[in-house]
């Protein structure tokens, strides 16, 4: 019976052997066919191993969640320090442009309050001013050695826009850059020209906006990487390794080494200290003040210490997601898969819809509270306390429903900025109301702030679970490292248990 069209197998006539084959051409053809056949199987079977091998893997998932400055990144640095201690070393020398920049901004922000601050007005026989009309500022006369320091640290202007344009890839032409600066009296321009960072509509110099990136591919640290070729080798690791290399010398270290005294003499000013207190400027408060180790950070053969790249402050955007398996060193989590999280702190993303995607199969939530900030507002609303957004934050968290199940770990962080502040008499009670008349020391007020958080916990959540909250700062590398083995035994046992092997 003759095949109908249609019935035609359409790969039989490409399967069939060519016309006017030979004995020879089939016998090569035949084994090619059967090499071809078993690279198909092998790639088939590699893959099929792959999958088993990922399906035996243990993979944890953590989500850090918090306000801008609240500790997250410096958290996630501390878990690539415990944990992946190779690749943070690695990396140590791609956080020194961060450092410095860290060290300008300080500068700037010393010059700024003395470029606004009044000079009083020369003295005039009918002019009279009583005490009470004199405004802090007119009574701080601005010395002639601050105004040639000033001159002096122009440079810097200089280096600041340099490490800018150096820290931000030009595919984030959305991020903040300065183009011309003025702080230091009169404006100067940069010899060199950033169109991706100029904004036309205004020239000014943006005091108040912080620089901030974008984690992805294209990060800061990859377009650093490729200044520093050592760096994706572990190389430099001490000052000894980095001299050898001669990679270690840059533009803006050689500046900085040069100004080293003059910002010195800048910071030990009584001047510049007493109008710092006048205007309530605490940068020894603030994330990346390094001003204290000046001649360190800025010695031309520096490279960062592992403390200096948990001090050092870089603002990120967005949310990203950093997977690290865990070293030897981590001992019997070794292989272990961690997928931490960090969400972007700023108000625009906290708390919204930029986390949802995030809540499924997390293991658990490091919530970082800063309570250090309870005299300070959001610089992204001057009008709300950051304490007060931190506790409205905490209570959104407990009470959403996709995280019912989910193990929130608080972190009461900066407690020793707390306990800075409160001892040098500013009350709490000033600030918090239900604080009351209790003693104003660091004891009592981590044992207050515990037992607040602790009870929206208890009040919001939808099905009751266990808290978790610590008093941290996460600058002590000593305790911290301490707290963070204690979470990651506890986040390891609730993954096993979730997942039937314990």
Same mark, same amino acid.
């Given at each position: 019976?003759?095949?109908?069209?249609?019935?035609?197998?359409?790969?039989?006539?490409?399967?069939?052997?060519?016309?006017?084959?030979?004995?020879?051409?089939?016998?090569?053809?035949?084994?090619?066919?059967?090499?071809?056949?078993?690279?198909?199987?092998?790639?088939?079977?590699?893959?099929?191993?792959?999958?088993?091998?990922?399906?035996?893997?243990?993979? #944890?998932? +953590?989500?850090? +969640?918090?306000?801008?400055?609240?500790?997250?990144?410096?958290?996630?640095?501390?878990?690539?320090?415990?944990?992946?201690?190779?690749?943070?070393?690695?990396?140590?020398? +791609?956080?020194?442009?961060?450092?410095? +920049?860290?060290?300008?901004?300080?500068?700037?922000?010393?010059?700024?309050? !003395?470029?606004?601050?009044r000079p009083p007005p020369p003295p005039q026989p009918s002019d009279t001013q009583s005490p009470a009309e004199e405004s802090e500022d007119d009574a701080l006369s601005v010395p002639h050695d601050i105004d040639l320091l000033k001159m002096r640290l122009s440079p810097l202007h200089h280096v600041e826009a340099l490490l800018i344009a150096k820290l931000i890839p030009p595919s984030q032409d959305?991020?903040?850059?300065?183009?011309?600066?003025?702080?230091?009296?009169?404006?100067? #321009?940069?010899?060199?020209?950033?169109?991706?960072?100029?904004?036309r509509s205004d020239q000014r110099w943006h005091h108040s906006q912080e620089v901030f990136v974008r984690p992805s591919a294209t990060s800061w640290k990859g377009v650093l990487a490729k200044s520093f070729p050592c760096a994706t080798s572990g190389r430099p690791n001490s000052i000894d390794d980095a001299s050898s290399t001669g990679v270690t010398r840059d533009e803006a270290q050689q500046v900085l080494h040069a100004c080293c005294g003059d910002i010195i003499s800048l910071w030990n000013n009584h001047f510049v200290r007493q109008l710092l207190t006048t205007r309530k400027v605490?940068?020894?408060e603030a994330p990346g003040f390094f001003l204290n180790d000046l001649q360190r950070v800025t010695a031309l053969n520096y490279i960062p210490s592992d403390d200096d790249v948990l001090?050092?402050?870089?603002?990120?955007?967005? !949310?990203?997601?950093?997977?690290?398996?865990?070293?030897?060193?981590?001992?019997?989590?070794?292989?272990?898969?961690?997928?931490?999280?960090?969400?972007?702190?700023?108000?625009?993303?906290?708390?919204?819809?930029?986390?949802?995607?995030?809540?499924?199969? !997390?293991?658990?939530?490091?919530?970082?509270?800063?309570?250090?900030?309870?005299?300070?507002?959001?610089?992204?609303?001057?009008?709300?306390?950051?304490?007060?957004d931190s506790v409205l934050l905490w209570k959104s968290i407990c009470s959403n429903k996709l995280l019912a199940n989910v193990d929130l770990v608080l972190f009461l962080n900066k407690c020793d900025i707390l306990e800075a502040k409160l001892k040098s008499g500013i009350r709490l009670a000033k600030y918090v109301r239900s604080y009351g008349d209790r003693a104003n020391d660091l004891e009592t007020a981590c044992k207050y702030f515990r037992s607040k958080f602790s009870a929206i916990h208890r009040e919001y959540s939808p099905l009751p679970r266990k808290f978790y909250?610590?008093?941290?700062s996460v600058t002590d590398t000593t305790t911290t490292a301490g707290i963070l083995a204690s979470v990651r035994d506890m986040v390891v046992r609730r993954h096993l248990k979730q997942s039937r092997l314990m």
């Amino acid at each position: 019976m003759p095949r109908h069209p249609h019935d035609r197998d359409p790969l039989d006539e490409l399967l069939r052997p060519p016309q006017g084959e030979t004995e020879e051409d089939r016998v090569i053809r035949l084994a090619q066919e059967a090499e071809a056949r078993r690279r198909s199987q092998a790639i088939d079977e590699s893959i099929k191993a792959e999958r088993i091998e990922q399906k035996k893997k243990s993979v #944890v998932r +953590l989500l850090l +969640l918090g306000q801008s400055e609240s500790g997250k990144s410096t958290t996630l640095r501390h878990f690539q320090r415990l944990y992946t201690p190779s690749a943070f070393r690695a990396e140590r020398i +791609l956080w020194r442009s961060v450092i410095q +920049l860290n060290v300008v901004r300080s500068v700037r922000t010393i010059l700024d309050a !003395v470029s606004t601050a009044r000079p009083p007005p020369p003295p005039q026989p009918s002019d009279t001013q009583s005490p009470a009309e004199e405004s802090e500022d007119d009574a701080l006369s601005v010395p002639h050695d601050i105004d040639l320091l000033k001159m002096r640290l122009s440079p810097l202007h200089h280096v600041e826009a340099l490490l800018i344009a150096k820290l931000i890839p030009p595919s984030q032409d959305d991020t903040w850059a300065p183009m011309t600066a003025s702080s230091a009296g009169g404006t100067l #321009v940069s010899p060199y020209h950033y169109p991706a960072y100029y904004h036309r509509s205004d020239q000014r110099w943006h005091h108040s906006q912080e620089v901030f990136v974008r984690p992805s591919a294209t990060s800061w640290k990859g377009v650093l990487a490729k200044s520093f070729p050592c760096a994706t080798s572990g190389r430099p690791n001490s000052i000894d390794d980095a001299s050898s290399t001669g990679v270690t010398r840059d533009e803006a270290q050689q500046v900085l080494h040069a100004c080293c005294g003059d910002i010195i003499s800048l910071w030990n000013n009584h001047f510049v200290r007493q109008l710092l207190t006048t205007r309530k400027v605490r940068l020894e408060e603030a994330p990346g003040f390094f001003l204290n180790d000046l001649q360190r950070v800025t010695a031309l053969n520096y490279i960062p210490s592992d403390d200096d790249v948990l001090r050092a402050r870089l603002k990120t955007v967005g !949310v990203s997601e950093y997977r690290c398996e865990m070293e030897a060193s981590a001992g019997r989590e070794h292989g272990t898969e961690w997928r931490i999280v960090d969400v972007g702190g700023s108000r625009s993303q906290v708390g919204r819809a930029t986390w949802v995607p995030f809540f499924d199969n !997390v293991d658990a939530i490091i919530f970082l509270a800063p309570i250090s900030a309870f005299d300070q507002v959001l610089s992204e609303d001057r009008t709300v306390n950051r304490l007060e957004d931190s506790v409205l934050l905490w209570k959104s968290i407990c009470s959403n429903k996709l995280l019912a199940n989910v193990d929130l770990v608080l972190f009461l962080n900066k407690c020793d900025i707390l306990e800075a502040k409160l001892k040098s008499g500013i009350r709490l009670a000033k600030y918090v109301r239900s604080y009351g008349d209790r003693a104003n020391d660091l004891e009592t007020a981590c044992k207050y702030f515990r037992s607040k958080f602790s009870a929206i916990h208890r009040e919001y959540s939808p099905l009751p679970r266990k808290f978790y909250g610590f008093c941290t700062s996460v600058t002590d590398t000593t305790t911290t490292a301490g707290i963070l083995a204690s979470v990651r035994d506890m986040v390891v046992r609730r993954h096993l248990k979730q997942s039937r092997l314990m």
